[in-house]
């Protein structure tokens, strides 16, 4: 059992695009997909799905065939150390290339939307 799923699914997506893979399947979770649905809508996603067998969800995840896509994915605020950040001090990735993902109190979003709607919250990872 791991007690840091977010770092679970980012470190699946990392080792299957490394091994040039072009799917990965992983326990389902609200905050999973979530995560899913923004890396899909910026591109670093081709496709997801959840898959149910019975009692049991799986988050399918196509990845991109170009390995070069998704470069890192850095898990920010871990179990051990939350880093929460205002409106005014989210941080911009390779000068606005990358992307920021941020948990507020509106849902998961990208860096630019909570600056756009003037939020801050849990910075969860960095993806570029």
């Not at 992983?26 to 899913?36: D, G, L, T």
């Not at 920021?100 to 909570?114: F, H, K, N, Q």
Request: aromatic letters at 6%; charged letters at 25%; a positive charge.
């Amino acid at each position: 059992m791991f007690n840091d799923s977010i770092a679970d699914m980012l470190t699946r997506i990392r080792n299957a695009a490394t091994a040039r893979r072009t799917d990965v399947v992983m326990p389902y979770s609200k905050m999973r997909e979530s995560i899913a649905v923004i890396l899909k809508k910026n591109g670093y996603l081709i496709d997801y799905k959840v898959a149910e067998d019975g009692t049991f969800k799986a988050l399918e995840v196509t990845l991109p065939s170009d390995p070069e896509v998704i470069t890192a994915l850095i898990r920010v605020s871990k179990p051990g150390r939350r880093v929460y950040v205002a409106k005014s001090e989210i941080p911009s990735v390779l000068g606005g290339r990358g992307l920021v993902i941020l948990s507020t109190s509106s849902g998961v979003m990208t860096g630019r939307e909570a600056r756009k709607q003037g939020l801050g919250g849990e910075l969860i990872c960095k993806v570029w």
